[in-house]
C-alpha cells in the first residue's frame, strides 16, 4: 500500500508565494512520473505541473514562469513553489505519482488528498 500526503496550502494575497509539498510512503520501489494537478471550483481537474524521474518537467501554460516543480527522489517528495499568485490559481492541489510497488513490481496511479490554495486579499 502506498500513500501521497501533501502540505503547504493555505490563504495568501495576491502576489503572494505558497510552497507545496508532498512525500510517498509505503510498499514503494520506484516512482516514475510526479505532478501537480489542481481543481477550482465548478471546473475540472487540470495538470499544474509535472516531472520526470529523469528531470523533464512539463508545465501549464498558465503557471509557466511563475511556479517550479521540482523533486527529491531521495526522499520519495515532490515540491511546487509558487511565485507571483494570483486569484485564479485558487484551487485544491492535488500530487500525484505513478509507482512501482514493492510487494508485487506494479505501477499504480496514486492521488493525494488535495490542499486547499486561496489567493485573495
Known amino acids: 500500500q502506498v500513500q501521497l500526503v501533501e502540505s503547504g496550502g493555505g490563504l495568501v494575497q495576491p502576489g503572494g508565494s505558497l510552497r507545496l509539498s508532498c512525500a510517498a510512503s509505503g510498499s514503494i520501489f520506484s516512482i516514475n512520473d510526479m505532478g501537480w494537478y489542481r481543481q477550482a471550483p465548478g471546473k475540472q481537474r487540470e495538470l499544474v505541473a509535472a516531472?520526470?524521474?529523469?528531470?523533464?518537467?512539463n508545465y501549464a501554460d498558465s503557471v509557466r514562469g511563475r511556479f517550479t516543480i521540482s523533486r527529491d527522489n531521495a526522499k520519495n517528495a515532490v515540491f511546487l513553489d509558487m511565485n507571483s499568485l494570483k486569484p485564479e490559481d485558487t484551487a485544491v492541489y492535488y500530487c500525484n505519482a505513478v509507482i512501482l510497488t514493492s510487494t508485487n513490481l506494479r505501477y499504480l496511479g496514486v492521488w493525494g488528498q488535495g490542499t486547499l490554495v486561496t489567493v485573495s486579499s
Open positions: 516531472i520526470t524521474s529523469g528531470g523533464r518537467i
